[in-house]
């Protein structure tokens, strides 16, 4: 082979390469690429929301579960007591309601009897008092019209005074009772607490991180188990950023992962954090 031969040959090898390297170029600069990047998924810690120990663990660690599965139970009883407690407390304060509506129903029949006693009382004066002046009725008869009028008025006094009290005491009427607006308020809080003696899956996830058995006992706010979200999947990815220009949120995006070389998974780009580094790493 002459040596102007190999010089083509050699001169037709670097171009070719440096075209090539220009497609790749383009290519990485059109598309983004990145192998510096992990799945997440966010991770629910589970904590108990009442004290008392566990009688029903129904999962086990890794255990897959769906939103509503049970996870375990504490104790109930306690919490059940307390809920026919409240329940019996309301009932008695609703009995005591309606005596107290009782009394001021009767109290405003009081007052209504003492406004028609002193009507008549005002009748009989109009009528006597003319004629005492006259001399046509002893001053007896005249007497005895002017004290009645006069206990007629402190009756009506007395009737109001004690519809005003029975008012005061019964405050509100029905469900806009003070007493009663309690008593529903405890109760509520009652079957509440015994809500959270049974405890539920609040997505769909792995358990994880399981610090339970039957028998132990939970404290208020302990952390007894984990879920990872299955529904939370995503891939947090490292670029440079010479690349984020050309990277914008709602873009598809191909992921491949080492376990599955010949699976190709699709997604798009949630969004970017700005000025976010990995540690030791050159990405942003």
Avoid: C
Wanted: proline residues 4%; aromatic residues 6%; negative net charge.
């Amino acid at each position: 082979m002459s040596r102007s031969t190999r010089i083509l040959i050699i001169a037709g090898v670097v171009a070719a390469a440096a075209v090539l390297a220009a497609l790749l170029l383009r290519h990485a600069e059109r598309l983004p690429a990145t192998d510096d990047a992990y799945v997440d998924a966010d991770v629910v810690g589970i904590v108990a929301q009442v004290a008392g120990p566990i009688t029903n663990l129904a999962v086990s660690d890794n255990q897959a579960v769906g939103v509503g599965d049970l996870l375990f139970e504490i104790d109930p009883r306690p919490f059940r007591i307390e809920v026919e407690q409240t329940r019996a407390e309301l009932d008695r304060t609703g009995q005591d309601v309606t005596a107290l509506t009782d009394g001021v129903t009767s109290a405003e029949a009081g007052v209504r009897y003492a406004q028609a006693s002193l009507r008549l009382a005002e009748t009989q004066w109009e009528r006597v008092e003319p004629l005492s002046k006259i001399g046509a009725l002893p001053y007896q008869d005249r007497d005895k019209a002017q004290a009645a009028l006069d206990s007629a008025r402190a009756g009506l006094d007395n009737a109001n005074a004690q519809l005003a009290e029975a008012r005061a005491n019964l405050g509100a009427a029905d469900a806009d009772n003070a007493d009663i607006r309690a008593a529903v308020a405890q109760l509520e809080n009652a079957e509440l607490q015994l809500s959270y003696a049974t405890v539920r899956a609040p997505v769909n996830g792995l358990v994880t991180d399981l610090r339970l058995s039957p028998g132990s006992y939970a404290s208020v706010g302990s952390p007894m188990l984990s879920l990872m979200n299955t529904d939370s999947w995503r891939v947090v990815a490292y670029f440079k950023e010479t690349q984020l220009e050309r990277i914008r949120p709602g873009q598809r995006a191909s992921v491949y992962l080492p376990a599955y070389p010949d699976a190709r998974f699709e997604g798009s780009v949630q969004g970017i954090g700005w000025g976010v580094e990995q540690q030791g790493g050159d990405g942003a």
